[in-house]
């Protein structure tokens, strides 16, 4: 009987060392409390709090009307490609042909793909700080060793190209980012893209994983892609996808644009491990890429509207220290000033961990600890929630933190 051992030594190394996703943590404890009765409000999954788009939808029942049930080609239908070929040339101006398209189970799958196929054990992945959390852990999971580059808040959580020169070693293999950011909204210009490409023209062994999956939901400016600098183009690989652009999240589609070469060793890789995605997300996708951004850009409008929201509540709570993010739909205030303090029971607040699973039993609103972000010093808050439930969020999460003593 498996119970009767230490489920620890049966389990391989891999799985040990492996930290569960504090997003999807934080979420599954969220709707346990709310299974118990507690109101709570979550802002700790990143997923947009809208439907997938009507003709979306309408394309994925055509889809199993016209029998689009079976095993589909493993980088995907050739029709999808080709849309998202014509999307990348259309919306970000980058030349792609087919062949340089494998599309996924989502980009989490991608990001996944392209680590396992481009890492041995011991290669140095260089990942700046503050990081998506399943960054790190799919970087272990290959054996290979995450590089931190520090960003804070007051470099608006970016690196500069001395940062990265100095993290890079005969070792580094890859560098991973991703513009618009999550968990922090950090949104890089064209200017600073140039000054990190004109660094990686002088290391020709270095690929860079340009994950984009927040493109359309950017405040300031047109999207800016690193692929856009044609000295290192064959090195990038951009991974996209469906879930935020088009409110996609259960969808589970995804893709990489990339060298002919990748994305053949992510297309064999997926062929003995998933094989193509769903049938019918990838027909609906079709339809997303073709009709066009009506329906992001109406997303996005109410984004904007909370992003100024949230940040006048957040300013408004005394210890706590916010920027403005430039895109996605996170905020990653600095809290620290928080740690030492105890809750009513005397239990002292001693991280970021500490202080969402405090605010999730005692404020019963669901964040994440910036812990898992590579920076303890935050808590990351996801805006993709109704307006009343994000003024009735920040309301209490002042009202807890004004509890601690
Ligand atoms: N990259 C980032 C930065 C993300 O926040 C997420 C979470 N949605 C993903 C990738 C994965 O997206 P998908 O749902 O397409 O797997
Ligand atoms: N990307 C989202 C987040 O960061 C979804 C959850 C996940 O896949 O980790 O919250």
Not at 2 to 18: E, F
Not at 28 to 57: C, M, Q, W, Y
Not at 215 to 233: L, R
Request: net charge negative; proline share 4%; glycine share 6%.
């Amino acid at each position: 009987m498996l119970l009767h051992r230490n489920i620890m030594s049966i389990l391989s190394d891999r799985i040990n060392n492996l930290s569960e996703s504090a997003t999807l943590k934080m979420t599954k404890l969220g709707r346990e409390l709310a299974a118990k009765g507690v109101n709570v409000i979550s802002l700790s999954v990143g997923e947009p709090d809208f439907n997938t788009p009507e003709h979306v939808k309408e394309a994925a029942k055509k889809a199993l009307d016209d029998n689009f049930t079976r095993y589909s080609p493993v980088p995907g239908y050739p029709d999808l490609r080709q849309a998202i070929v014509n999307k990348l040339k259309q919306e970000n101006n980058l030349d792609y042909d087919i062949s340089q398209i494998v599309v996924s189970t989502g980009a989490k799958q991608s990001l996944s793909n392209v680590i396992l196929t481009l890492i041995n054990p011991g290669d140095e992945v260089i990942i700046p700080t503050p990081y998506w959390v399943s960054y790190s852990e799919m970087v272990t999971l290959a054996e290979g060793k995450s590089v931190f580059i520090d960003a804070s808040i007051e470099s608006d959580f970016k690196i500069t190209p001395e940062q990265l020169e100095a993290a890079i070693t005969p070792k580094s293999k890859l560098f991973m980012f991703s513009s618009p950011n999550n968990p922090t909204g950090t949104v890089y210009s064209k200017d600073e893209l140039a000054a990190l490409a004109k660094v990686f023209e002088k290391h020709p062994n270095i690929f860079i994983l340009s994950d984009e999956i927040y493109e359309h939901i950017n405040f300031v400016d047109q999207h800016e892609s690193i692929a856009q600098f044609e000295s290192i183009k064959d090195r990038v690989i951009i991974v996209n996808g469906f879930s935020k652009a088009f409110a996609m999240t259960g969808w589970r589609l995804g893709y990489i644009a990339a060298s002919k070469e990748i994305a053949a060793a992510n297309d064999k890789l997926q062929g003995q491990t998933t094989s193509g995605t769903c049938s019918i997300a990838q027909r609906a996708g079709i339809v997303a890429y073709e009709q066009g951004l009506d329906t992001v850009n109406e997303m996005k409008k109410a984004f904007a509207r909370r992003r100024q929201l949230v940040y006048d509540l957040l300013k408004d709570i005394p210890g706590v220290k916010t920027n403005l993010p430039e895109g996605a739909f996170y905020f990653f205030p600095e809290v620290s000033s928080f740690f030492g303090k105890k809750d009513a029971d005397g239990n002292v607040i001693k991280g970021s961990g500490d202080l969402a699973l405090y605010l999730l039993n005692v404020g019963h609103v669901a964040t994440v600890g910036g812990d898992s972000f590579g920076n303890d010093n935050y808590i990351r808050l996801s805006y993709a929630a109704s307006d009343e439930s994000l003024v009735e969020a920040l309301r209490r999460i002042k009202e807890a933190l004004g509890k601690l003593s």
